[in-house]
T-cell receptor, first 110, second 113 residues
Framework: LAKTTQPISMDSYEGQEVNITCSHN???????ITWYQQFPSQGPRFIIQGYKTKVTNEVASLFIPADRKSSTLSLPRVSLSDTAVYYCLVGEAGSYQLTFGKGTKLSVIP | NAGVMQNPRHLVRRRGQEARLRCSPM?????VYWYRQLPEEGLKFMVY????????ESGMPKERFSAEFPKEGPSILRIQQVVRGDSAAYFC???????????FGAGTRLSVL
């Protein structure tokens, strides 16, 4: 199981772009990278998943360099409602045991 | 399309009582998972079920904990003879066959007095 490392916390002002980087040096060939968001007193919410290069959806972008040893979740123009914990998960396609670390606590400041 | 529904949202039990946590998966999802989250920690996998079958319960304590997902009705996580250490948030998730994209409920917060 590839171990992930991400910052414990980050602060950002409203309207800024936020980039959260996750290190996964031992990522395996069959592993995908998935990000979840969790608000206080809520369950995690799937944000985005990727294997390589760049993936974009209506919520975020995920940048994965060629060596795949890290990935960056990019949130454009954050608002106060983006204050949450963001988790980076690495796992094989078909792996159902999601492994959550402590995540990155993002605080958006007005 | 309703999401994953868990109830109750909060449950208070005294030591030695039983706790029953319910989870109705998203419509069209036949795969259900239970996770436990302790304060300031990430979620930890407990069990994976499909209709009437336990696929993997490797994350569940061997004693006092059980889970089911009957043919009709919600999935149930049952904790017998609760102890203070069982106090946590319990989350249910569901998925289609794409098992590594899971949709979570809002959780049940169990407090054992």
């Amino acid at each position: 199981l590839a171990k992930t490392t991400q910052p414990i916390s980050m602060d950002s002002y409203e309207g800024q772009e936020v980039n959260i980087t996750c290190s996964h040096n031992n990522i395996a060939t069959n592993d995908y990278i998935t990000w979840y968001q969790q608000f206080p007193s809520q369950g995690p919410r799937f944000i985005i998943q990727g294997y390589k290069t760049k993936v974009t959806n209506e919520v975020a972008s995920l940048f994965i360099p060629a060596d795949r040893k890290s990935s960056t979740l990019s949130l454009p123009r954050v608002s106060l409602s983006d204050t949450a914990v963001y988790y980076c998960l690495v796992g094989e396609a078909g792996s159902y045991q999601l492994t959550f670390g402590k995540g990155t606590k993002l605080s958006v400041i007005p | 399309n309703a999401g994953v529904m868990q109830n109750p949202r909060h449950l208070v039990r005294r030591r030695g009582q039983e706790a029953r946590l319910r989870c109705s998966p998203m419509k069209g999802h036949s795969h259900v998972y239970w996770y436990r989250q302790l304060p300031e920690e990430g979620l930890k996998f407990m069990v994976y079920l499909q209709k009437e079958n336990i696929i993997d319960e490797s994350g569940m304590p061997k004693e006092r904990f059980s889970a089911e997902f009957p043919k009709e009705g919600p999935s149930i996580l049952r904790i017998q003879q609760v102890v203070r250490g069982d106090s946590a948030a319990y989350f249910c998730a569901s998925s289609t066959r794409d098992v590594n994209i899971q949709y979570f409920g809002a959780g049940t917060r169990l407090s054992v007095l």
